[in-house]
Structures are given as C-alpha cells and as structure tokens.
C-alpha cells in the first residue's frame, strides 16, 4: 500500500517526482478494469493512490522543478519566447541526448523541427519520429539562419558552429534573438559566440546548476510527500479493517428491513379492511419503533451491574443520544 502511493507520488522513479509513471499506472488500472480483474481492494487502493500522487503534487514542490538538462533546455526557451509554437527548432546530432531534447521540445508543438548530422540517413531517422525535416552539417551554414532556436549535441572534438557562423546567421535574421544550448563536451559552439547580443548561449554548466537548484528543491519536499503519504496508508488501512464490519452491518440492515416489511404488511391490511389511515400510520410508527428499540432495550434491561455502564454509553454513541445523568 505505502509502495503504491510512493510509486503513483514520483518518490520511487529514477527522476524523483517525475509524473510519467503515474500515467502508466493509470493506463494500468484502465487495461485491469475492462479486464475484469480489478476488484473491490485493487479499485479502491489505486484510486487512492491516484488521489494521495494529486495531494502530495498540490501540496509540495516535488515536481514544480525540473531536473533534467532536456527539461532545463525549454524552460530557458520559454523565457526568451512567448511561445514556442511560432518557432523553429534545430537539432545538431542524433544521439541519445538530442533525442531526449527533441521529445521535450515536440511536446510544445513548435512550427517546425529539423535534425543535423554527419550522415543524413540518422539524421532522417531521428526526424522521422517528430515529423521533421532532415540536413546534413556541412549545410548549417547556409540554413542557420532560419532556426530561432539551436540544440547541439555530437561527438565532435573541435566546435561545429564558429562566432561568424554565428554572426553570419543573425545577420541574415535581421538580428532577431536566437535561443541556443550546447550539450557537448567539449563544446559544439564557440564560447565566443555567448558574447553576441543577439544570441543565448546556454552550455552544461548553465544547465547543470539549474538542474541541481531543481534536484535540491525537490529532495527539499521529499519529507512532505511522506507525511501525506504516511497519512493516507493510515486512512486506508482504517477502510480495510472497517470492512470486516461488513457482516455485521449488512445483518443488522437485514434485520431492520424484516421489521420493516412486516409492519407495513400489517398496515396495508388494516388500511384493506377500511380503518382510518390516521391511525394506520400512528400503529405502523410505533410497532415499528418498538421493534427496532426491543433488542437494545432488552440488553440494557438484562445487563449485569458491572457491563451497565459500559452499555449505556455503547447505546448513546450508537443512537447519537446524550445519557441522562
């Protein structure tokens, strides 16, 4: 049960308080349900647990930061453009960074999205699964100019975009601002590039800090999540011992209902044989409050001197009555 909430809550995933896994047992929960193997203890655990993962996200800053340089990278876009849907996007190299980066970026839907690399095949490749466009690196200097923003990620040992590559590109933009990140080491892109004022150079130790500042604020709510989730496994397991009343409950509703059922019985005959319904209804009320009050009466009656008190006060908290003193 605690397992269940800390997994739904991001305190179990290698990203801590990423929200990815809550969606796949969300997605889980669907495939069991349309199964038909969800029971009643499955269904209400993990319907808390989907509730407990919202509480501890509303209350906590456990996934308000990001801790990730591909998440990192378009936070910092987002604040040099209102929107990155206006914008276009390329990618230098076809690795596994680029691609984290890119399905970062995809998700904000941007206007078009183009991959570079040494060979065109993997650049093709990588730009098949975001419906993007293609070019190989000895092309970036001609078409630099036509991306506002600029991921560089490869293996390269010496840099692939130099200051008047650069400088070349902006002018050609009419000195509109260009948002670029360079994840490689060593670098991709000319530290003397971070000079231009037209130009955000942000490189791994930019992001780095800011994905540590995120680390630190999330382990920093880590002790939050758990109070709410240590709350929550003590609720649930008050539900899961309650239900062993179940029984009980269900017997004495039986119970009630057969007196229910008898007293209206008797009535509809008396009310067939053409009494007053007045006095109908005035017989049923009490015939059915004698019933229903004969057996805790009984016992209140019969008990011993010792378990009297003790009874009373079971009585009046069972009818929500204050005992006459």
């Known amino acids: 049960m605690r397992h269940a909430f800390r997994v739904a809550s991001g305190l179990e995933s290698m990203v801590l308080g990423e929200p990815q896994i809550l969606g796949q047992m969300k997605e889980a929960v669907r495939l069991a349900e349309s199964a038909g193997t969800l029971g009643t203890l499955l269904h209400k655990l993990f319907q808390r647990s989907f509730a407990v993962a919202k509480e501890v996200r509303t209350n906590t800053q456990i996934g308000s930061n990001v801790v990730s340089m591909a998440a990192a990278s378009v936070k910092l876009a987002a604040r040099i453009f209102p929107s990155l849907k206006e914008q276009k996007i390329l990618f230098i190299g076809a690795g596994e960074m680029i691609e984290l980066c890119a399905t970062h970026f995809a998700a904000q839907q941007p206007r078009a999205i183009t991959v570079a690399s040494r060979t065109l095949e993997r650049a093709r490749a990588l730009a098949h699964r975001f419906n993007g466009n293609a070019i190989e690196l000895r092309d970036l200097p001609e078409q630099l100019h036509d991306f506002d923003i600029v991921v560089s990620c490869t293996a390269s040992s010496l840099p692939i ?13 009419r000195h509109r601002p260009m948002f670029m990140v360079d994840l490689a080491v060593p670098r991709d892109i000319e530290a003397e590039v971070a000079e231009m004022d037209d130009v ?11 994905v540590k500042t995120g680390v630190d604020a999330r382990q920093s709510a880590v002790a939050q999540a758990e109070a709410i989730i240590e709350t929550n496994v003590g609720g649930f397991l008050h539900w899961l011992s309650s239900r062993d009343l179940v029984p009980t409950i269900r017997a004495l ?15 509809l005959k008396l009310l067939a044989r053409g009494d007053d319904p007045k006095q109908v209804l005035e017989a049923l009320s009490h015939g059915l409050t004698n019933k229903l009050m004969h057996a805790p009466t009984q016992a209140l009656n019969e008990a011993s001197a010792e378990e009297r008190a003790k009874l009373a006060d079971l009585v009046s908290r069972l009818y929500q009555i204050r005992s006459p003193r």
Do not use: N
């Open 161 to 173: 975009l130099g200051k008047g590559t650069v400088e070349r590109a902006i002018k050609a933009r």
């Open 200 to 210: 955000f150079l942000y490189t791994v130790d930019d992001l780095g800090q800011m």
């Open 253 to 267: 509703r039986s119970h009630a209902e057969e007196a229910r059922g008898e007293e209206v019985q008797r009535a």
